[in-house]
């Protein structure tokens, strides 16, 4: 079990590489922001539909349908896609349609569309079980997106090269 402690930090540095956290000094050197994503544990849903919910935060990036749909099948998402009649333009409640796990899915269908060239991951297959976060990081490694996770599931650590463990004696 990581410590509150180990959790804030660990999150502050995420959000440091996003840009997200203007407190404090120094340098930082990272990928410019249109070749990372990040992945939080509760994805963002906005007001539209399915399509620009799947391409969000980048709707003309110019991607086929088929394309998205071959990506909703990837990800397991084929019964929300069934939810509304295959239709991509069907506007619905999203955050409150969608499970987190489905949400989840949803940002995970997002990053394979986008293919940005580095992705951190925060507890983002948190509320999946295991099958389909085996099926996604299987998916993650095969795109060739490099990845940092941030994870209490000890089950993460078969997908990563290497496994930076915090303690409370730093």
């Known amino acids: 079990?990581?410590?509150?402690?180990?959790?804030?930090?660990?999150?502050?540095?995420?959000?440091?590489?996003?840009?997200?956290?203007?407190?404090?000094?120094?340098?930082?050197?990272?990928?410019?922001?249109?070749?990372?994503?990040?992945?939080?544990?509760r994805p963002y849903m906005i007001d539209g539909n399915l399509r620009d919910q799947l391409l969000y935060p980048y709707p003309d990036h110019g991607i086929s349908d088929e394309q998205i749909l071959d990506v909703v099948g990837k990800v397991n998402l084929a019964d929300v896609l069934?939810?509304?009649?295959?239709?991509?333009?069907?506007?619905?409640?999203?955050?409150?349609?969608?499970?987190?796990?489905?949400?989840q899915r949803v940002?995970?269908?997002?990053?394979?569309?986008?293919?940005?060239?580095?992705?951190?991951?925060d507890e983002a297959t948190s509320a999946l079980d295991e099958d389909n976060q085996e099926r996604l990081y299987q998916l993650l490694k095969e795109s060739r997106i490099g990845f940092i996770s941030v994870g209490h599931r000890t089950t993460l650590i078969e997908y990563h090269d290497r496994v930076l463990q915090l303690d409370r004696s730093g």
């Open 82 to 103: 069934d939810r509304v009649d295959s239709d991509l333009d069907r506007v619905i409640d999203w955050i409150n349609v969608l499970s987190i796990g489905e949400q």
């Open 1 to 41: 079990v990581i410590g509150r402690g180990i959790v804030w930090f660990v999150k502050t540095v995420l959000r440091t590489i996003a840009g997200l956290w203007p407190i404090g000094s120094g340098a930082l050197e990272r990928p410019p922001l249109r070749d990372i994503m990040f992945l939080p544990q």
């Open 107 to 121: 940002a995970f269908a997002r990053l394979f569309l986008r293919t940005p060239k580095f992705a951190f991951l």
